[in-house]
């Protein structure tokens, strides 16, 4: 019986040991975690505009500056999705702090650092459609905006898709810039687009079917490059 005794309080002791290491873990995870986002909040105030405590686009012009990319580059357009940012040009607190926190950014280094895999994350094809969508979303900068004048649409197409799509893109924006018929592109006629590069052959496209739902402006697209092969 003694020994039962003791063997029970050894398990006793085991177990005591065993939660304290873990409260142990905890409370330094916590505090690692608190560092962190201080860290991030410090980073995002050295950037902000303190009149209303965001990112405005003399700060992101800044942070691209001491990132060492240009304010046009597409991987920063891929930050902001990342940030699930609303307004283009600017990142609020709460916007900075999820997209730092996923990317494990809390100093400029780090998140210089973190581009390049950002950049492989946004070109899986499971996230790539969601960023296309949110980059049209992203330039409608007025209030129930729901189109995008053809010259700002052509330079998006270059920066979103040409590096996927060079010979379509250069293609489309050729025939966008020619054409008459439209001023701006909608949200149908952007992710139209992008199916159109996925799934038809280019530039013979023999399984291009204009009875299918595609936007009429594909329609007129396939028309005018037929037209130009003849």
């Known amino acids: 019986m003694p020994r039962s005794s003791s063997r029970k309080g050894q398990t006793n002791s085991?177990?005591?040991?065993?939660?304290?290491?873990?409260?142990?873990?905890?409370?330094?995870?916590?505090?690692?975690?608190?560092?962190?986002?201080?860290r991030i909040d410090q980073l995002f105030y050295s950037y902000a505009n303190s009149s209303f405590s965001m990112i405005d686009p003399e700060g992101i012009e800044t942070l691209c500056s001491d990132l060492e990319v240009d304010h046009t580059d597409v991987r920063i357009l891929m930050l902001a999705w990342k940030m699930k940012a609303e307004k283009q040009g600017y990142f609020t607190l709460d916007e900075w702090r999820s997209g730092l926190k996923a990317l494990r950014a809390d100093t400029i280094i780090k998140l210089k650092k973190a581009l390049p895999e950002l950049e492989k994350e946004v070109k899986r094809p499971s996230n790539f459609v969601d960023f296309y969508s949110y980059a049209f979303q992203y330039c409608l900068t007025e209030e129930k905006q729901k189109s995008i004048d053809i010259e700002s649409i052509c330079e998006l197409l270059d920066l979103v898709l040409g590096s996927q799509f060079r010979a379509q893109v250069d293609s489309f924006v050729e025939y966008?810039?020619?054409q008459i018929d439209y001023k701006v592109i909608n949200m149908d006629q952007?992710?139209?687009?992008?199916?159109?590069?996925?799934?038809?052959?280019?530039?013979?496209?023999?399984?291009?079917?204009?009875?299918?739902?595609?936007?009429?402006?594909?329609?007129?697209?396939v028309e005018w490059m037929r037209a130009k092969q003849s």
């Open 14 to 38: 085991t177990a005591s040991n065993n939660s304290s290491a873990v409260d142990l873990f905890r409370s330094a995870s916590g505090k690692a975690a608190t560092k962190e986002l201080e």
């Open 190 to 221: 952007w992710m139209g687009f992008f199916r159109f590069c996925n799934e038809i052959s280019f530039p013979d496209f023999s399984n291009y079917d204009p009875e299918l739902a595609w936007p009429l402006i594909l329609d007129n697209f």
């Open 176 to 178: 966008l810039k020619t």
